[in-house]
């Protein structure tokens, strides 16, 4: 059975640095490209950052390039999202989630089931 | 940033069909990328719903339906169930890098 179980949130303050883990089961973790997209408090999807399968490629949005880093170790088959520098705005369910590719239009399946950061003084 | 644009809500009875457009640009849904949608539940993992415009994964009822013209994208409920009362979204690729996927803006499905 495909699984992505995320953890490591928590409450912080502005500035401060949390790092949200994800540990995948059930498929051949060092095969997948993988994805970190959030969900603020009543609002949407927004895609937060992409490494490939060998971790050797990181895509992000403007709007944490700088602030984050998303890196993977393949013999744990456990994700990483490094989150510095944050910002009220970052306060979201963090969901980690696989592609089959990077940049050929892939979808999102499985999708973990999330991870709550809050970010408040 | 949501790219996608979707109504913030529809509604019908049981039974009804109903349907939600995605609509996007020339940098993505227009650039010939596939539009893909979501079911999302408070407390749930998002659920892939609909791949590739028009295909629907294994376990996805057939009342599910997808499809995709120029820079816009449906998805059509029919014989609408109570348990359809979620939210869903579009998701597509983007020629920018800075916005490599992009969603939309969600709508909220009622069942009335």
């Known amino acids: 059975q495909v699984r992505l179980v995320e953890s490591g949130g928590g409450v912080v303050q502005p500035g401060r640095s949390l790092r949200l883990s994800c540990a995948a089961s059930g498929f051949s973790f060092s095969n997948y490209p993988m994805h970190w997209v959030r969900q603020a408090p009543g609002k949407g999807l927004e895609w937060v950052a992409t490494i490939s399968s060998d971790g050797t490629t990181l895509y992000y949005p403007d709007s944490v390039k700088g602030r984050f880093t998303v890196s993977r170790d393949n013999s744990k088959d456990t994700l990483y999202l490094q989150m510095n520098s944050l910002r009220v705005e970052d306060t979201a369910e963090y969901h980690c989630?696989?592609?089959?590719?990077?940049?050929?239009?892939?979808?999102?399946?499985?999708w973990g089931q999330g991870t709550l950061v809050s970010v408040s003084s | 940033q949501s790219v996608l644009t979707q109504p913030p809500s529809v509604s019908g009875a049981p039974g009804q069909r109903v349907t939600i457009s995605c609509t996007g640009g020339s940098s993505n849904i227009g650039a010939g990328y596939d539009v893909h949608w979501y079911q999302s539940l408070p407390g749930t993992a998002p659920k892939l719903l609909i791949y590739g415009n028009n295909n629907r994964p294994a376990g996805v009822p057939d009342r599910f339906s997808g499809s995709k013209s120029d820079t816009s994208a449906s998805l059509a409920i029919s014989g609408l169930q109570p348990e359809d009362e979620a939210d869903y979204y579009c998701q597509s690729s983007d020629t920018s890098l800075s916005d490599l996927y992009v969603f939309g803006t969600g709508t909220k499905v009622t069942v009335l």
């Open positions: 989630a696989r592609t089959n590719a990077i940049s050929t239009g892939p979808w999102f399946d499985p």
